[in-house]
């Protein structure tokens, strides 16, 4: 199965909704927070692109957050032009262009989350950890809401795959089990999901990821959603 076809059209841009924006608040804030512990400048660079990058997610909306995504978009191609092979930097740039291309939707998002998807690509090439997951997670929602072929290159196997792979790494991880379980629930496997569900509820926080206690408190809204 390439593509669910379901309600049409909505479907085919899946990739600029809400739950794609949860995947990238909750993988990435606190993400790159242990950034500066890392030796190399690049790393640095990357830890206030992304702080920056969390406030235009969480603190914006409309035009002014396309506005601000798209200089931050500038911003992390240049950063990756000047370091092509470091990992944490390209996890941040298709971090930074999937958001962009939820913020800009219709048309006009398709060239974004196809560069979004390359840049994740290549981090995990050079990194096959994906970045502790994270790429695999980011890069298995883009595949999830982008629309099928001819269009774009949403594939929900290949979504799965990437979100299991992600499991692989951090099989104790919140964000992990959670966002598998989501995509379980609309592939109408609900009994998995359940499962993944309570496995996110009872899931390990990571140091730093505040994240993971929102996402715990959403898992246990799913639970009860699925039961």
């Given at each position: 199965?390439?593509?669910?076809?379901?309600?049409?059209?909505?479907?085919?841009?899946r990739f600029i909704s809400?739950?794609?924006?949860?995947v990238l608040c909750a993988v990435l804030i606190g993400t790159f927070s242990s950034a500066l512990a890392w030796a190399d400048a690049a790393s640095v660079a990357v830890y206030p692109l992304m702080s920056r990058w969390g406030n235009v997610e969480y603190g914006m909306q409309g035009a002014a957050q396309e506005k601000a995504l798209a200089s931050l978009a500038q911003e992390a191609d240049a950063l990756a032009g000047a370091h092509p092979d470091d990992p944490h930097v390209l996890t941040a740039?298709?971090?930074?262009?999937?958001?962009?291309?939820?913020?800009?939707?219709?048309l006009g998002a398709l060239d974004l989350a196809?560069?979004?998807?390359k840049a994740l690509e290549h981090a995990i090439a050079l990194d096959p950890r994906g970045d502790d997951g994270a790429a695999y997670v980011t890069l298995g929602a883009l595949y999830d809401r982008a629309p099928g072929w001819p269009i774009s290159f949403?594939?929900?196997?290949?979504?799965?795959?990437l979100l299991r792979r992600a499991l692989k790494i951090r099989p104790q991880g919140i964000d992990t089990h959670?966002?598998?379980?989501?995509y379980l629930r609309d592939e109408g496997r609900l009994a998995e999901a359940r499962r993944h569900a309570q496995q996110a509820v009872n899931g390990q926080a990571r140091k730093g990821r505040d994240s993971d206690q929102a996402l715990r408190e959403k898992a246990r809204r799913l639970l009860d959603e699925l039961s």
């Open positions: 199965m390439q593509h669910r076809q379901v309600a049409g059209t909505n479907r085919r841009y809400a739950r794609l924006h949860v740039k298709g971090v930074i262009l999937a958001s962009y291309a939820k913020a800009k939707g219709g196809t560069r979004a998807r949403g594939d929900d196997d290949k979504a799965g795959e959670y966002f598998y379980a989501t």
